[in-house]
């Protein structure tokens, strides 16, 4: 994965956990909030004044970016960088190294959920988290999977917006009531990740392994 150096204090944070890890802050919490992932006319639909922000890497890295997506397409996504894996530690072998799927967490529990499980159950699983009820579903415009604490059993798509049992809806990543008013979207903390990823950095987490809630 990475960590965040911070030169105010010259230390270095886990980007998923916040914690400070090496450094004279080393122990300290960051505050969290969840990210969602989105297009950039998404963002601008719902920030109209954002701005997007793009960096271009000097050629050496550029060029060694392009090799590396390119090998990884070759190798199925399966090809990792020479001395990155021995790098990694213990890995969780439950799952593929490279899978991707979206793992959820609270301070207690910690859970994934693969995304061609996702895809398979027609993009969208009902489950229960934390005590809540939660509708874990796949954004049919970023392509990225996003869970969001909602009191329903049931739920379908109808084109690019996923309609509620409870006669609510959810359109681009948006929330909103059988009237068509908005409503603040809860969510526990998640991150769009590889297994390898997520597994190292909450070991033991469980697995979402079918359509009735079963986690392993």
């Not at 919490?29 to 990210?35: D, K, M, T, Y």
């Not at 530690?89 to 207690?108: K, Q």
């Not at 996003?146 to 084109?159: H, N, S, T």
């Amino acid at each position: 994965m990475s960590l965040m150096g911070d030169r105010q204090s010259g230390s270095y944070w886990d980007h998923i956990t916040g914690e400070c890890l090496h450094g004279p802050l080393k122990g300290r919490q960051l505050e969290l909030a969840p990210l969602r992932h989105m297009r950039a006319d998404q963002a601008l639909a719902q920030f109209p004044d954002a701005r997007i922000a793009r960096s271009r890497l000097p050629l050496p890295f550029g060029l060694i970016g392009g090799v590396t997506k390119l090998l990884q397409k070759l190798g199925r996504g399966r090809f990792m960088p020479p001395g990155f894996a021995g790098s990694m530690g213990t890995e969780d072998p439950r799952r593929p190294r490279l899978d991707l799927g979206l793992g959820v967490w609270t301070d207690n529990i910690s859970r994934y959920y693969p995304l061609d499980l996702l895809k398979a159950n027609g993009g969208l699983i009902i489950d229960r988290f934390a005590g809540s009820t939660m509708l874990v579903y796949l954004d049919p415009v970023s392509g990225t999977p996003a869970p969001v604490i909602v009191d329903v059993q049931q739920a379908e798509w109808d084109g690019d917006e996923l309609r509620l049992g409870s006669g609510g809806s959810i359109r681009n990543g948006r929330l909103y009531d059988a009237y068509g008013a908005e409503l603040p979207v809860a969510q526990p903390l998640h991150l769009f990740a590889r297994w390898y990823g997520f597994s190292l950095t909450f070991p033991g987490c469980e697995i979402y392994e079918g359509v009735n809630g079963e986690t392993g």
